[in-house]
């Protein structure tokens, strides 16, 4: 019996990795430079797109309620399932929107919609990360998750690539075929998300799930955040959400508007490259959380993505490798604020730390991300419609617009989350910080020099392979 369990587990494991392939495909392609341009063909003026910015983070303030729903009643797989198709599906409608709504209401349709799938979309990740916490084991979540992510960026670094020639195809002048473009994108991307639910539906629940009829919604939020250390996480939480939340949308913008790239040179810095690094990068803050932590992880990584948001200001046409380097390296570390702050927020709903597996946990966290996310879209339109487009400051020979503006405020925020961090207490033992510093620098070492010697490697490899001309006597 156990062996079945055991075998069923790693086949449900499998099955989730599968189906984020199609998921990957679904988000790769309704995001980046192609609803950025969609956004913009439906006339979203400077404060629209913040507020687009916003509507991620204030769809997740349903997650309170759904936790409660969740808690009271059970059927994590059935919320999922139901709430995760109809968020797919509604992609077909935002494809659809330029024949469905005459031009002057297409871009408030565009916010209606998008709002309501993010609705459903927070919906179901409540119940997903219920779901993940009981079935994943533990002691294997970071490289299960980062291997998923890895896998996911695969298919993104080709979709991307795709996407962007396909964005670059129209002459200048044919809006409507662009247009045109996008929603035929957008159709296909709903149709992969949408088999992604789907192969969801044979996946073992991971457990019994225990519904707790009585539980309120007050004594739902006390028991989380009677802990003094989930508090702290809830503070980096906010600051580091607050710090990024605006930067989505106005880096694309920049790119188009200020640096004049094309599509598909935008796509290949903001979306291909980024998807290789993390490539590389996910694995190995993997096995580092699955070692050492999520703290040391997080706070690793933290440092290393405050120049993130500076760097980006200084990208100009003639002059932008030096700083998108910089942006790279917090890209690279990002992974690791992913995946540790995912770890941290599953091991605390798992069950392990409480008296009972509590989705609370997840909901109040995305309830304080709601918050600063749509403090921080709030706040990234109102400098951008204040300031405008004609606004310039020189900074080390560098003008300098309202998108620096918002980059140089990224990066000092991003200094205080890292503040919050070196407050965290691990609650699992862990080894010693310099243990964990030794094995990172050995690991990236390692890796650079399998890097470096990999070109000689495949040379001697396909040396070994060819064949052998006789030498004539």
């Given at each position: 019996?156990?062996?079945?369990?055991?075998?069923?587990l790693r086949g449900g494991l499998r099955r989730g990795i599968v189906a984020w392939l199609f998921g990957a495909?679904?988000?790769?392609?309704?995001?980046?430079?192609?609803?950025?341009?969609?956004?913009?063909?439906?006339?979203?003026?400077?404060?629209?797109?913040?507020?687009?910015?916003?509507?991620?983070?204030?769809?997740?303030?349903?997650?309170?309620?759904?936790?409660?729903?969740?808690?009271?009643?059970?059927?994590?797989?059935?919320?999922?399932?139901?709430?995760?198709?109809?968020?797919?599906?509604?992609?077909?409608?935002?494809?659809?929107?330029?024949?469905?709504?005459?031009?002057?209401?297409?871009?408030?349709?565009?916010?209606?919609?998008?709002?309501?799938?993010?609705?459903?979309?927070?919906?179901?990740?409540?119940?997903?990360?219920?779901?993940?916490?009981?079935?994943?084991?533990?002691?294997?979540?970071?490289?299960?998750?980062?291997?998923?992510?890895?896998?996911?960026?695969?298919?993104?670094?080709?979709?991307?690539?795709?996407?962007?020639?396909?964005?670059?195809?129209?002459?200048?002048?044919?809006?409507?075929?662009?247009?045109?473009?996008?929603?035929?994108?957008?159709?296909?991307?709903?149709?992969?998300?949408?088999?992604?639910?789907?192969?969801?539906?044979?996946?073992?629940?991971?457990?019994?799930?225990?519904?707790?009829?009585?539980?309120?919604?007050?004594?739902?939020?006390?028991?989380?955040?009677?802990?003094?250390?989930?508090?702290?996480?809830?503070?980096?939480?906010?600051?580091?959400?607050?710090?990024?939340?605006?930067?989505?949308?106005?880096?694309?913008?920049?790119?188009?508007?200020?640096?004049?790239?094309?599509?598909?040179?935008?796509?290949?810095?903001?979306?291909?490259?980024?998807?290789?690094?993390?490539?590389?990068?996910?694995?190995?803050?993997?096995?580092?959380?699955?070692?050492?932590?999520?703290?040391?992880?997080?706070?690793?990584?933290?440092?290393?993505?405050?120049?993130?948001?500076?760097?980006?200001a200084f990208v100009t046409q003639d002059h932008w490798i030096p700083a998108y380097l910089c942006s790279l390296?917090?890209?690279?570390?990002?992974?690791?604020?992913?995946?540790?702050?995912?770890?941290?927020?599953?091991?605390?709903?798992?069950?392990?730390?409480?008296?009972?597996?509590?989705?609370?946990?997840?909901?109040?966290?995305?309830?304080?991300?709601?918050?600063?996310?749509?403090?921080?879209?709030?706040?990234?339109?109102?400098?951008?419609?204040?300031?405008?487009?004609?606004?310039?400051?020189?900074?080390?020979?560098?003008?300098?617009?309202?998108?620096?503006?918002?980059?140089?405020?990224?990066?000092?925020?991003?200094?205080?989350?890292?503040?919050?961090?070196?407050?965290?207490?691990?609650?699992?033992?862990?080894?010693?910080?310099?243990?964990?510093?030794?094995?990172?620098?050995?690991?990236?070492?390692?890796?650079?020099?399998?890097?470096?010697?990999?070109?000689?490697?495949?040379?001697?490899?396909?040396?070994?392979?060819?064949?052998?001309?006789?030498?004539?006597?």
């Open positions: 019996m156990r062996a079945d369990r055991q075998s069923d495909a679904w988000m790769y392609m309704v995001s980046g430079a192609i609803f950025t341009r969609y956004a913009k063909l439906l006339n979203v003026s400077h404060f629209g797109f913040g507020l687009l910015a916003t509507i991620p983070f204030i769809g997740a303030l349903i997650q309170l309620p759904a936790s409660l729903v969740l808690e009271r009643y059970g059927r994590r797989r059935e919320i999922f399932f139901w709430s995760a198709l109809l968020h797919r599906m509604l992609w077909l409608v935002i494809a659809g929107l330029p024949w469905l709504f005459p031009p002057s209401w297409q871009w408030a349709a565009l916010l209606v919609v998008l709002f309501i799938s993010s609705l459903l979309a927070n919906i179901a990740g409540t119940a997903w990360m219920a779901w993940m916490g009981a079935l994943v084991p533990g002691q294997i979540r970071g490289r299960y998750f980062s291997r998923r992510t890895q896998l996911g960026q695969g298919v993104g670094l080709v979709l991307s690539f795709l996407c962007g020639l396909m964005l670059d195809w129209p002459e200048p002048g044919q809006q409507l075929f662009l247009r045109n473009i996008i929603s035929t994108i957008f159709a296909l991307a709903s149709v992969a998300g949408m088999i992604e639910i789907l192969l969801f539906t044979k996946m073992p629940d991971g457990g019994p799930v225990v519904s707790h009829p009585s539980v309120t919604l007050r004594s739902l939020i006390a028991e989380p955040l009677a802990d003094r250390n989930f508090r702290r996480f809830l503070g980096y939480a906010f600051t580091i959400t607050f710090a990024t939340g605006f930067m989505g949308q106005f880096v694309w913008l920049y790119l188009f508007d200020v640096v004049g790239m094309s599509n598909n040179r935008a796509n290949l810095l903001l979306v291909s490259i980024p998807l290789l690094v993390g490539m590389v990068s996910y694995p190995f803050w993997g096995r580092v959380v699955d070692r050492f932590g999520s703290k040391l992880a997080l706070i690793a990584a933290g440092i290393l993505v405050v120049n993130g948001g500076a760097a980006w390296l917090a890209t690279a570390a990002w992974a690791g604020m992913d995946i540790g702050g995912f770890n941290w927020l599953l091991r605390m709903s798992d069950g392990g730390e409480r008296r009972r597996s509590n989705s609370a946990v997840v909901a109040i966290n995305s309830v304080v991300l709601a918050v600063g996310g749509t403090l921080s879209g709030v706040f990234g339109g109102s400098v951008a419609q204040w300031l405008g487009d004609e606004w310039r400051m020189t900074v080390l020979g560098v003008p300098l617009t309202y998108h620096g503006v918002l980059f140089m405020t990224s990066a000092l925020l991003r200094v205080a989350a890292v503040g919050w961090l070196c407050t965290l207490q691990e609650p699992e033992g862990k080894m010693a910080t310099r243990q964990a510093l030794r094995y990172m620098v050995g690991s990236v070492y390692s890796n650079l020099l399998q890097a470096t010697f990999f070109p000689a490697r495949v040379l001697i490899r396909l040396a070994s392979l060819s064949w052998k001309i006789p030498r004539s006597k």
